[in-house]
């Protein structure tokens, strides 16, 4: 009875650390960043995948998930995530937008999100600069550290005033 118990301890303790190690984003529809963004102002990231993307789906498992991740996303950002290839259509900054199958399986809202530049994972930077949103589409799978780097250039606004290369150079980060 006793190992029985001291099992079920250290199963406990083990789950409620992997548990710990993990984080979870809280992620809006387009339309809600779009109505939280006008009352309370903060940019708007959008991960656009698709159902078949390897690569988005690692993303979500090992990046999304880290906790210094989920707390910038949650924190500085509305974050949405977007099927590149979804069949609903979407209002968005007063445009519909559908899949009518002019872009093979992509939806018209991806395909203006990307600049028409079809690939995934792809996470999209939503800014608000003189009541006009500026668009920053930025391809591939990016691991913790690197996403990292890449929210607090856009969190921070560091866009507004350094140059990428030299902001990636002189940041640190929390994530080792």
């Known amino acids: 009875m006793k190992q029985i118990l001291f099992f079920l301890v250290i199963l406990i303790n083990i789950t409620s650390f992997s548990y710990s190690q993990t984080a979870t984003v809280k992620w809006y529809t387009i339309q809600e960043a779009e109505k939280l963004s006008k009352q309370t102002p903060k940019p708007i990231f959008i991960d656009t995948y ?3 993307c390897g690569w988005c789906k690692k993303m979500d498992q090992e990046t999304f998930t ?3 991740i989920a707390e910038i996303l949650n924190q500085k950002f509305y974050p949405v995530k977007f099927d590149a290839e979804g069949k609903e259509s979407v209002t968005f900054l007063g445009q519909t937008f559908i899949n009518d199958g002019k872009y093979g399986k992509a939806h018209q809202l991806a395909v203006a999100l990307l600049n028409g530049r079809l690939s995934y994972p792809t996470v999209v930077f939503l800014t608000l600069q003189d009541n006009k949103y500026s668009v920053s589409p930025v391809p591939g799978f ?3 550290k690197d996403m990292e780097v890449l929210l607090s250039y856009f969190a921070d606004k560091a866009y507004l005033s350094q140059k990428w290369e030299d ?4 940041f640190k980060g929390r994530i080792q």
Request: charged content about 25%; glycine content about 0%.
């Open 50 to 52: 698709t159902d078949w």
């Open 66 to 68: 880290n906790p210094i």
């Open 142 to 144: 990016r691991q913790p």
């Open 167 to 170: 902001y990636q150079k002189s």
